[in-house]
């Protein structure tokens, strides 16, 4: 890339990873980004805020995957011819390099995006779907790293793929996180295994329509292995179209031949002779939806050769991330536990079918979300709902629609005491043996910097109840 001119869109985290990797390379680099103080790069780049069109002589784009196709940038771009691309992408081809010291040339490498796929120097792993990504590529690191695998979690769960890709020591297998921004933007990569957990109605105002999201997910199916849940009928369908010559299925069933499942409560590899694994009982987090991520996890690491007994061990030192079914405290019988990163419907479904009586706190961003369906689904487990945030009154309306017998509590109220309220609230409605649930099916920005600070807000709030004992 020495020479090359190259626009970097994005100054956050990946914008970083690649104006970095880029002037390494010997391009010449621009930011696009409104802030335009970046004292804290170290990488000494000019930063252009409102940028519409390509400068004059252009060669690449890459783009922060937060950044919409409609971007008037980018539309810009594609009437000039001029590639548009993510920093995963950028990693591949970085990666497809013949020596990790050389660079990328922009002229022989998929630049042009038509070149047939190559192979990778090394194995990548990768994990997408709607819910469940973060849960099973920390499962898949955890199987590497017992397995002697020098690996890390990369990708959407915050450490860049490039830094990963250009790492040294090296890794020996690349496991990435990618979500639906991230695998738009990266049209040539091609995983040696790479699996579809979900597919359901989430970020559509930035895809446009279900289909365009399903389509770009389906691009973690285009390797060697295919594997997905297909207890999810949408990733079922993209497993039946992908062009991988091995496809492998998951479910929380009986499995077929050439699946993985569960067996007499123990999961079993009938894919790739791995046989019985562990107990199902021994997953972590809890539910149904957590055993077929770890499914998934075992999957895409016996497709690369690690043994069952490596797949067990990975499994059982897994340490969940915070905010995920993690029970908090006891108090008087009811359990209450925090679920916060249930951010859209079809996570909060998931969570809400792991206990059998629950009062619900619901509520955030649902972001052109449906909540009928779930309500409908989930009516005959609910003691009590307690809603809030921007969209709360969609989620009553359901509810009043196929819930009406439930007690609900709507809380109005946006302060930083306002999980107090709610905390208060469920406990009344609660009884012994229920659980106090937050899978709020909605993002958390309307009132909340983050859905990790609305479970700190939530494990706060219950530990200020009379009697709690801390989990």
Do not use: C
Not at 48 to 62: K, N, Q, S, Y
Not at 238 to 266: F, H, I, M, N, Y
Not at 309 to 321: E, H, I, K, S, T
């Amino acid at each position: 890339m020495t020479g090359a001119s190259v626009v970097v869109a994005g100054a956050g985290t990946s914008g970083l990873s690649a104006a970095r990797y880029l002037v390494g390379q010997g391009a010449d680099v621009v930011v696009a980004d409104d802030r335009t103080d970046l004292g804290g790069w170290a990488v000494p780049v000019p930063v252009v805020a409102g940028m519409t069109e390509p400068p004059p002589g252009t060669d690449l784009i890459v783009t922060s995957p937060g950044w919409r196709p409609d971007t008037p940038l980018f539309l810009a771009a594609a009437v000039a011819g001029i590639p548009v691309i993510g920093d995963v992408e950028l990693a591949w081809w970085a990666e497809l390099a013949p020596d990790p010291a050389l660079p990328v040339d922009l002229r022989t490498a998929p630049g042009d995006l038509r070149e047939p796929a190559r192979p990778a120097r090394r194995p990548w792993l990768a994990v997408t779907g709607t819910n469940g990504k973060t849960t099973t590529i920390g499962m898949v690191e955890a199987i590497l790293q017992a397995a002697g695998r020098h690996a890390v979690a990369s990708g959407n769960i915050g450490l860049g793929v490039l830094d990963v890709v250009t790492a040294e020591p090296r890794h020996d297998v690349i496991a990435v996180e990618l979500s639906s921004f991230q695998l738009h933007y990266a049209p040539t990569v091609r995983p040696s295994a790479g699996v579809v957990l979900n597919v359901a109605e989430d970020h559509l105002d930035w895809h446009g329509s279900m289909a365009a999201y399903a389509a770009d997910k389906a691009r973690a199916l285009t390797g060697d292995v295919a594997v997905a849940v297909v207890d999810d009928a949408n990733a079922a369908a993209l497993l039946a179209a992908a062009p991988a010559g091995t496809r492998v299925g998951v479910t929380a069933g009986e499995p077929a031949a050439g699946q993985l499942g569960v067996r007499d409560g123990v999961l079993v590899d009938e894919a790739f002779g791995a046989g019985a694994l562990l107990p199902a009982v021994e997953i972590r987090p809890v539910g149904a939806h957590n055993v077929t991520n770890a499914l998934a996890a075992a999957a895409v690491t016996l497709a690369i050769g690690v043994s069952g007994a490596q797949v067990a061990a990975g499994l059982r030192a897994y340490q969940p991330g915070g905010h995920r079914n993690a029970l908090v405290a006891e108090v008087e019988g009811v359990r209450y536990v925090d679920d916060s990163k249930a951010t859209n419907p079809h996570a909060a479904f998931a969570s809400l079918m792991a206990y059998g009586s629950v009062v619900w706190v619901a509520g955030g961003q649902l972001k052109g979300a449906a909540v009928d369906d779930l309500v409908a689904a989930v009516a005959g487990r609910l003691r009590g709902v307690v809603v809030i945030g921007v969209d709360r009154e969609l989620i009553a309306a359901a509810l009043r629609r196929h819930a009406p017998d439930v007690p609900r509590m709507v809380i109005a109220a946006t302060d930083d005491g306002v999980m107090t309220t709610v905390v208060t609230a469920a406990a009344r409605m609660a009884a012994p043996g229920d659980v106090v649930l937050l899978a709020p099916a909605a993002a958390s920005l309307d009132m909340f910097s983050s859905y990790a600070a609305r479970g700190n807000a939530f494990a706060d709030a219950v530990a200020a109840l009379p009697g709690t004992d801390r989990a």
